[in-house]
């Protein structure tokens, strides 16, 4: 063996790279991410009311006797609902595949991709964690903070991939919202115009922020931009408004899951006010990028919120074996 020869190691790189460090923080395991009854006889009733949709998490309840927990709980599987149509008076915005395909992002309907199955192993953590939560608060459970230490890690792509990811979800709908208030970019990478958003909601300019809310041509998929910009949109973020206007996102919809792009941590303030507001924040690290002072900064700048998941972006790979998405390519030919 050489200098030249690659190496094998135990655990995911930024497993190894929290045990040199000798980081405190429970972590979740890192995922690495590269860019790119029979009836009654009776007369006939009437119709009974639509069943009201199945909450996406429920609260955990005592069990009334001694159990055998094996794996995840086996529960009642619920009829898929269809995809909800566009809420009336709500803007809707076609989403630009092309785009989406030159940015290296995961475009819907497509073939399977290595960064497709990346991010499923992404989501599904987040998922689980949420699960796991929802007994103290069904609703933040359901709200994830994507950020970064500094800019150019990654962040808004990891958010909207991760988006993209969550609709193909059968069990829930996904919000989008750019919380960047300074330097919003979700939508211009979506191919779709800015409009009204979060902040105009918190600043009461508009009373309700549903109607900010706008729907895209992708199932289960809808975004809320950050609005029209103000000098105090961490003020705004820390007042009692913003937690009721946050919390009616959530609560509006039992099957919502809300994503946050954020600014970076170290770069602007707001990430740190939202951390107070969500149920999980999901930092990303850049491979070549991000040193160990940034990580460990920012990590206590968003230790607000319990639960913390790192996702390792940019990552070179050895060319040694395939690598996700290659198995769908295979049997395809």
């Known amino acids: 063996m050489n200098d030249s020869t690659p190496r094998r190691y135990k655990g995911t790189l930024l497993e190894r790279a929290a045990e040199h460090y000798h980081f405190g923080v429970p972590v979740a395991p890192a995922v690495k991410v590269r860019e790119r009854s029979a009836p009654v006889p009776a007369p006939a009733p009437a119709a009974p009311p639509a069943p009201a949709p199945q909450p996406a998490f429920e609260k955990a309840q005592a069990p009334e006797g001694p159990t055998i927990r094996r ?7 619920p009829d898929h609902p269809a995809p909800r149509s566009a809420a009336p008076g709500r803007r809707r915005v076609a989403i630009d595949r092309e785009r989406l395909s030159e940015l290296g992002m995961i475009v819907p309907g497509s073939a399977v991709t290595p960064l497709a199955e990346e991010f499923r192993l992404v989501k599904r953590q987040l998922l689980l964690t949420a699960r796991a939560v929802a007994g103290a608060d069904a609703d933040r459970a359901r709200m994830v903070l994507v950020c970064s230490a500094r800019q150019n890690e990654g962040k808004t792509f990891c958010a909207i991939n991760l988006a993209l990811s969550m609709a193909a979800e059968k069990d829930f709908e996904i919000l989008l919202v750019d919380a960047d208030f300074a330097k919003p970019d979700i939508l211009k ?8 958003g979060l902040l105009d909601a918190l600043s009461g300019s508009i009373s309700d922020v549903e109607e900010c809310i706008l729907d895209t041509d992708i199932p289960q998929l809808s975004i809320l931009p950050a609005g029209t910009k103000s000098a105090n949109d ?14 009616a996102l959530a609560a509006a919809n039992s099957r919502r899951i809300v994503i946050f792009d954020s600014p970076p941590v170290l770069a602007a303030s707001p990430a740190s006010v939202l951390a107070l507001h969500v149920g999980q924040v999901m930092l990303v690290v850049r491979a070549d990028q991000t040193n160990e002072g940034d990580l460990r900064e920012a ?17 070179s790979f050895q060319p040694s074996g395939y690598r996700f998405g290659s198995y769908y390519g295979e049997a395809a030919k």
């Not at 961490?234 to 919390?247: G, I, M, P, W």
Request: glycine share 8%; hydrophobic share 45%; net charge negative.
């Open 299 to 315: 990590v206590a700048m968003v230790d607000a919120c319990e639960h913390i998941q790192l996702v390792l972006n940019g990552v």
């Open 234 to 247: 961490t003020e705004l973020l820390a007042s009692d408004r913003a937690r009721a206007v946050l919390d």
């Open 189 to 196: 990478r979506l191919g779709a115009d800015e409009g009204p």
């Open 71 to 77: 794996g995840s709980e086996v529960r009642d599987v």
